[in-house]
């Protein structure tokens, strides 16, 4: 087999069923040559350098964002599509109705033919990548095959990439397969199939991040959390921010928001000035996997290496972590230009755009400079606040799990879960306002549970069964909260600063976590009183505090029956758990 690079080591040493899987791939998409990624920095540098050549990369400017460059997506070609992401499983009711379904062999057949020479011309990418440390039991590998080296270099950015995950590869035997191809940009052609029995994935006709970085959503979440109900632990699309208080106690708390709302911030939160004493780490800002472990806790591993971040919003004042972060070695996707090439989006307070994502003259009237969705990729080594913790072989002991979401109304500033099973019902009744991270309406309020709605693979009522049985096996569980930072009054006014402040709500869980802190019954769970909220150096009128604790009762029943409706629709492999906890809901705000 002719390479375009040397092989990462012996062939000897690769395993028979990469090297047999590449030949095949080669001889269906007939690429000019391969070549096999060996993960170095050098290497990276010469994909950038190539791609600067090429006009795909633009490098910007090197005083002011050192080691930095834009790429420019297709503009058809700027989210996830979800509509054209498939479950194929044998069984459709295996896949849910939280899925689009396909038939495997029909799934296969049509890829095989949008595959079949689409590689002409092109280099073919071999990247053998290990979500995770790559010595960590908890970690699980795969190889991306791809046509595309941005979506290569992204790839060596955001996981553990090259000769040590194939060396790993090829002393299990074992890992997911992941074929992608950029095509021509055709959303009539664009398809991602999960084949989560075979451990593999197919993806064609987008350069998008979720959609091409076969490493993340596909593998880390879709697939992995089937392997995960196979083998007892849990795949969730969950930050993971560790905080050490003013008593020098260190608690990490595991938290599934929506995309772009607020799960890179608060990885990130910076305490405010108000509460000298505490410090706060950044284990992972996007997924989650998490173990029960031999004490009778649930420890958890950041999968990824890297950040594929939404930029839009962020600045000295809302993240000054990731503002300090990106401003090196790191690849823009979709920003505007300044006329001295600065990165540009909206939310900066300086700097004026000259050119906006498509590299069109800004013109105001063609929508924003920057494309609302347009990310960040970014090592994880960069952040100011990267956990010294990150690389632990075992993970971090979570003491907390967080669920939220963007609610103008109802859900309350914060609530607890009564135990675990209401907890499992909080997180399965999430709901949350749309955004730009997917294609479809932005801001259409839409079921979203444990944030998993576009990444579970497999079906939802299996998957609140498996947290059932998670649970159980925990003696000593995280407790469970629900949090909305986003209720606003009538005049649609934000009642909640958000930001660093959310470290007072944190504050509140972790004394909860200690057993410090008392609540009261809210009907819909427990709720803190109101003085158990430190709002000092906080401009919080009293009467806006108690606003954001309020539960309005009209409002939570009509909240249980949209549940209600949207959990009856997975019939009888609805966990019946779930239709106690809904009872007991119910009557709580019933007053018995």
Known sequence: MSTASPLPMPMSQLSRAVTEWVDSVRSLTQPDD??????SASERHRLIAELVRNGQLLRLNP????????????????????????????????????????????????????????????????????????????????????????????????????????ERIGHEGTFVRGLHSVGEFDPDRRFIMHF?????IESFGSGYGGNALLGKKCHALRIASWQARAEGWLAEHMLIVGLRNRRGETHYIAAAFPSACGKTNLAMLIPPAS???????????DIAWLHPGADGRLWAINPEAGYFGVVPGTNRQTNRNAYE?????TLFTNVALTA??????????????????????????????????????VAARRNPACSPHVNDLRGVPISAIVFGGRRREVAPLVYEARDWRHGVLVGASMASETTAAAVGQVGVVRRDPMAMQPFCGYNFADYWRHWLEVGARLSRPPRIFHVNWFRRNSQGR????????????????????????????????????????????????????????????????????????????????????????????????AGG
């Not at 989560?196 to 593999?200: C, D, G, K």
């Not at 958000?498 to 869980?509: I, K, S």
Request: include cysteine; hydrophobic fraction near 35%.
């Open 34 to 39: 391969v070549y096999w990624c060996d993960g």
């Open 63 to 166: 005083e002011q964002f050192p080691d930095c460059h834009l790429y420019r997506s297709h503009p058809g070609d700027v989210a996830r599509v979800e509509h054209l992401t498939y479950i194929c499983t044998r069984s459709q009711a295996d896949a849910g109705p939280n899925n689009n379904w396909m038939d495997p062999q029909t799934a296969h057949a049509k890829m095989r033919e949008l595959f079949r020479g689409a590689m002409r011309g092109r280099r073919l990418y071999v990247i053998p990548y290990c979500m995770g440390p790559v010595d960590s039991p908890l970690a699980r590998c795969g190889v991306e095959i791809t046509d595309s080296a941005y979506v290569a270099v992204n790839m060596l950015i955001m996981t553990r990439a090259g000769r040590d995950a194939l």
């Open 196 to 200: 989560p029995e075979e451990l593999s």
């Open 275 to 285: 509460l000298p004493g505490w410090e706060v780490f950044t284990v992972g800002d």
């Open 325 to 329: 972060m990106i401003r090196r070695e």
């Open 340 to 377: 001295d090439n600065q990165p540009w989006w909206e939310g900066l307070p300086e700097g004026v755009p000259l050119t906006d994502w498509q590299g069109r003259p800004y013109d105001p009237a063609r929508g924003p400079a920057a494309h609302p969705n347009s990310r960040f990729t």
């Open 494 to 589: 934000f009642l909640w600063p958000g930001y660093g402040e959310n470290l007072r709500v944190l504050a509140w869980m972790i004394e909860r976590c200690a057993g410090r802190a008392g609540v009261r019954d809210g009907g819909i769970g427990l709720l803190p009183r109101p003085e158990e909220i430190d709002t000092r150096g906080l401009s919080l009128e009293p009467e806006t505090l108690r606003a954001l604790l309020s539960v309005d009762s009209q409002l939570w029943r009509r909240e249980l029956d949209e549940t209600r409706a949207y959990l009856e629709q997975y019939g009888e492999r609805l966990p019946g758990e779930m239709r106690v906890e809904l009872g007991k809901s119910a009557a709580a705000l």
